[in-house]
């Protein structure tokens, strides 16, 4: 892990840093503490780069609270090249979504292999990051649900999780989320137009933790209130302190 740049937040004192893990761009943000801090570390869903503002802001709120947090460019997205391949699938999906035709197949095709490499990835920088002298443990995960499901699934370091069910949930993920037993948090928009609602609820369902909360608020895809970010450093508290 190389870091290529840094800077100290002067609002809440938040150590700022960007890094590279061999082709994989990251930030890690990291409190002001002399002890080694439980780690989040913070995805996000398609198309999106890891410094969105709504993501950094959730990060910078979370390593005020005493969390070190990192983010990666999942494959595909952020500062990372796009392949051929995830050009046509997402002109293909534009075409579909145009002419009202399904999706779903569409979107197996890329959100699939996507999710197995950036888990993969995931893994690799969490080895990185637990190496680091300012970083301890418990791991939590919060972000999208196809990625924090297969993380969840392959790697034990991590004890919590929060999802957001505003993205498409592969079948191998829908299936693989009964293995799940670590304590949840369910984010869900109820009228997330690109999301449906069911489906979204079957997944809640189909969890095998014993300890899992589904909050559903009204509002679209990008309208999360933010008590909800409140509310899930009171649940990362919980399991994380």
């Known amino acids: 892990m190389q870091f290529t740049s840094e800077q100290r937040l002067d609002d ?31 995805g996000h869903n398609g198309g999106l780069h890891r410094r969105e503002s709504r993501l950094v802001t ?37 075409r579909a979504m145009q002419a009202g035709e399904p999706v779903d197949e569409i979107f197996e095709s890329f959100v699939g292999p996507l999710v197995e490499k950036a888990a993969q990835e995931w893994r690799t920088t969490l080895d990185a990051l637990l190496a680091l002298p300012e970083i301890g443990g418990p791991v939590g995960y919060s972000g999208m649900t196809a990625v924090g499901i297969r993380l969840a699934v392959a790697e034990p370091r991590i004890a919590a999780a ?35 609602r069911q489906r979204a609820l079957d997944l809640f369902d189909a969890f095998g933790s014993k300890e899992k909360t589904l909050h559903a608020n009204l509002g679209g895809h990008v309208g999360t209130p933010w008590f909800e970010v409140e509310d899930g450093s009171r649940f990362y508290d919980r399991h994380l302190k």
């Open 58 to 94: 959730r990060a910078r709120h979370s390593a005020a609270n005493g969390y070190a947090v990192a983010a990666i460019d999942h494959p595909g997205h952020g500062d990372r090249p796009r392949s051929a391949t995830d050009e046509q699938a997402r002109a293909d999906l534009r």
């Open 162 to 196: 929060g999802f957001f069910a505003g993205g498409y949930v592969p079948r191998a993920q829908r299936e693989e989320a009964r293995q799940i037993t670590i304590p949840l948090l369910f984010l869900l928009q109820w009228d997330d137009e690109g999301n449906p």
């Open 12 to 42: 809440d004192g938040v150590l700022e840093r960007d890094f590279t893990l061999g082709e994989v761009p990251g930030t890690l943000w990291t409190p002001e503490s002399t002890a080694p801090a439980p780690l989040i570390l913070i």
